[in-house]
């Protein structure tokens, strides 16, 4: 029970890598809020969560909404009384090429990105100070060497990592630790992407040294609860690719 006791907030925990890692932070003891769009969605990781003996806080939340995020936050501490996890995970993303990737679609993907991430990071703050954790989602495709159909969706991406590295590097002396992961893992959207482009996906998994995607709860959300932990105390400011050795991180 690493995290016995630890109260955490992930976005996005209704579905996929979300949901993967606060089943994973709930079976090392903390109790986690879990927040999105979907309530049915977010009831139901919460009743797998206490099927398992854990505590978990459905919370409806949209991260393009300042007002929405400060309620949840709000919504957190009134619950549990503090916060030491911060798992910044949900976002659209605006997939395609330069020319397919419209402008309301490349803006949604920064509110709900970069923006979204910064504004949590700094409304989970004042609480996190001395004990807290934050944990970013980017991804790899920021590391491709053809990034045709990618570009636009990398580049909130990296925007995220950018804001980890402040982050890191500005509240680390007040006890705050943040990173980023990228993560390879079985969510919805990657289901979806492997039966509808399955030569694609085929050549894909091919260059993942591992030759697998990785699994939500137990590659994703168990390496996120063990950075989270003590065991990982002076890990901060760093990109970490969950993805089977694909990527080389520079």
């Known amino acids: 029970m690493m995290l016995k006791d630890k109260v955490a ?4 925990a209704g579905q996929g890598v979300g949901q993967g890692i606060a089943l994973a932070l709930a079976a090392e003891g903390a109790r986690v809020a879990v927040t999105g769009r979907t309530l049915e969605k977010l009831q139901a990781t ?5 099927q398992r003996g854990g505590d978990a806080l ?4 949209e991260v393009k909404s300042l007002d929405s995020l400060s309620a949840c936050v709000d919504s957190v501490l009134q619950h549990y009384g503090g916060l030491q996890i911060l798992v910044n995970n949900a976002q659209e993303v605006p997939l395609g090429t330069l020319h397919e990737v419209s402008d309301e679609a490349f803006t949604a993907g920064f509110e709900s990105g970069p923006l979204a991430t910064m504004r949590m990071m700094k409304l989970c703050y004042p609480h996190l100070k001395g004990d807290g954790c934050i944990i970013n989602l980017a991804s790899a495709a920021g590391k491709r060497w053809d990034m045709s159909g990618y570009g636009a969706y990398a580049a909130t991406k990296e925007a995220i990592r950018s804001l980890t590295r402040a982050a890191a590097c500005e509240w680390g ?3 705050i630790r943040t990173n980023v992961i990228m993560p390879h893992a ?11 482009q399955p030569e694609e996906a085929e050549a894909f998994i091919a260059t993942i040294p591992q ?5 939500c709860e137990q590659d994703i ?3 996120v609860a063990l950075l989270c932990s003590e065991g990982s105390g002076y890990v901060n400011g760093q990109t970490i690719a ?5 990527a080389l991180v520079g």
């Open 58 to 61: 459905p919370v409806q939340c």
């Open 173 to 175: 002396g007040e006890g």
């Open 46 to 50: 919460c009743e797998l969560i206490r």
């Open 9 to 12: 907030l992930v976005t996005g």
């Open 186 to 196: 079985t969510s919805p959207g990657l289901k979806w992407w492997i039966e509808n």
């Open 242 to 246: 969950l993805d089977g050795g694909q």
């Open 211 to 215: 030759r697998r995607v990785g699994d």
């Open 221 to 223: 959300g168990r390496f």
